[in-house]
Nanobody
Framework: QVQLVESGGGLVQAGGSLRLSCAASGSIISITSMGWYRQAPGKQRELVAT???????NYRDSVKGRFTISRDNAKNTVYLQMNSLKPEDTAVYYC????????????????WGQGTQVTVSS
C-alpha cells in the first residue's frame, strides 16, 4: 500500500507565498513521477506541475514563473513552492504519484493524496 500525505496549505493574501509538501510512504517499488493537481469548486481537476525522478518538470501555463516543483528522492517527497499567489489559485491541491506499488496490480499506477486547501484572498 501507499500513503500520500500533503501539508502546507492555508489562507494567504494575494501576492503571498505558500510551500506545499507531499510525503509518500509504503511499499513503493518505483516512482516514475510525482506532482500536484488542483480542483476548485465546480471545476474539473487540473494539472499544476509534475516532476520525474530524473528531474524533468512540467507546468501549466498559468503558474509558470510563479510556482516551482522540486523533490527529494531519498524521502519520496515532492514540494510545490507557490509565489505571487492569485485568488484564482484557490483550490484543493492534490498530490499525485505515478509508480509501482507492491501488492497492487501492475495496471494500477496512479495514486492520490486526500488534498490540502489553499485559499488566496484579495
Amino acid at each position: 500500500q501507499v500513503q500520500l500525505v500533503e501539508s502546507g496549505g492555508g489562507l494567504v493574501q494575494a501576492g503571498g507565498s505558500l510551500r506545499l509538501s507531499c510525503a509518500a510512504s509504503g511499499s513503493i517499488i518505483s516512482i516514475t513521477s510525482m506532482g500536484w493537481y488542483r480542483q476548485a469548486p465546480g471545476k474539473q481537476r487540473e494539472l499544476v506541475a509534475t516532476i520525474t525522478e530524473g528531474g524533468n518538470t512540467n507546468y501549466r501555463d498559468s503558474v509558470k514563473g510563479r510556482f516551482t516543483i522540486s523533490r527529494d528522492n531519498a524521502k519520496n517527497t515532492v514540494y510545490l513552492q507557490m509565489n505571487s499567489l492569485k485568488p484564482e489559485d484557490t483550490a484543493v491541491y492534490y498530490c499525485h504519484l505515478d509508480g509501482e506499488v507492491a501488492g497492487r496490480p501492475t495496471w494500477e499506477y496512479d495514486y492520490w493524496g486526500q488534498g490540502t486547501q489553499v485559499t488566496v484572498s484579495s
